[in-house]
DNA sequence: CCGTATCCATTCCGATACTG
DNA sequence: CAGTATCGGAATGGATACGG
């Protein structure tokens, strides 16, 4: 049977995805990383209809994500703001143009470079790790449930139909 | 003036966004990581209309995220696989649950752990750092364009419609 | 097993106009 | 400044039936 709504799937994944999974709310979460608050700057600087700019922010705004902050001395505007829930979507944000630099570019070298602000250094491409600093890889890695039901990721060899948690 | 397509956007998660923000293809991703491979078993498990499900594979294909092969001795059988595009999602596979786990999760302990089947070493969960370890919050990043020109994300006290990359 | 084809309802999106 | 109201066309989604 085919399903509507992701919300009786029980899988952390497919809950992201319903809070995330629009092309609209990436790019305006990129902006609110970089400072970006205002509507009109969302507006002009994304080239998004006002309509639907007003629907994203409230559901980034339902999803605790961004909050909205009426600014002091202007009874009229109002400022977007990310949350602590927004703010942990960090990695995600430095993930992307990563990914994006390796795989999508059309040429020349990395557009970009990112720095830490207090040490210089540039950040690392995002890995997976344990505690001892070692790289887990997608064919290495295994999921154990709640439950006690384990299984591996395991793409090249694995048999297929392989779950690791629910959806 | 108001936009249509992501095309034009210079920008690194914009073209990501394309090509992923949907939310089928994330949990066929996910199911893909777990070692699904066949259509009837993305259909079945994920609940999505065969002709949905179709679409959304094709646009994987195309993108390079996933390739479709044809499995030996049966004329009909058809399997999809990880391409190393596909592959390199996997810090994303790894980061969306935990940050689920830490924001969206109705009740009780976590409801999973992803360890090393090499080691057992639970992984860390995803955090942006520099060569020599050092933890790099979204308050504290610098962003460098090839161009040379500067920002840092300042989410708290920086001045509205500033911009890192272009978008 | 792996899809296509078709249909229909719903949603979405951009454009435009307007407002406190 | 920050939206709301409305509209029409396009795209999407689910259901269903069917095919090699």
């Not at 629907?55 to 001395?73: H, K, M, Q, Y």
Request: with cysteine.
């Amino acid at each position: 049977m085919t399903r509507s709504s992701f919300a009786d799937m029980d899988c952390p994944i497919a809950q992201a995805a319903e809070q995330l999974a629009d092309k609209w709310k990436f790019v305006i979460i990129r902006n609110a990383f970089n400072g970006m608050r205002r509507f009109d700057d969302f507006a002009e600087q994304l080239g998004v209809a006002s309509n639907v700019l007003t629907a994203r922010l409230s559901e980034l705004v339902a999803a605790d994500i961004l909050t909205r902050v009426p600014v002091d001395g202007d009874g009229r505007a109002v400022e977007y703001r990310l949350t602590a829930k927004g703010h942990d979507l960090f990695p995600m944000v430095i993930f992307l143009p990563q990914w994006s630099d390796r795989w999508l570019k059309k040429r020349g070298g990395p557009r970009f470079e990112i720095t830490s602000a207090d040490t210089g250094e540039l950040v690392q491409p995002m890995q997976v790790t344990t505690a001892s600093g070692v790289v887990v890889t997608s064919k290495r890695a295994q999921i154990r449930e709640g439950r006690g039901r384990s299984s591996v990721y395991r793409d090249i060899k694995g048999p297929s139909g392989q779950t690791a948690y629910g959806g």
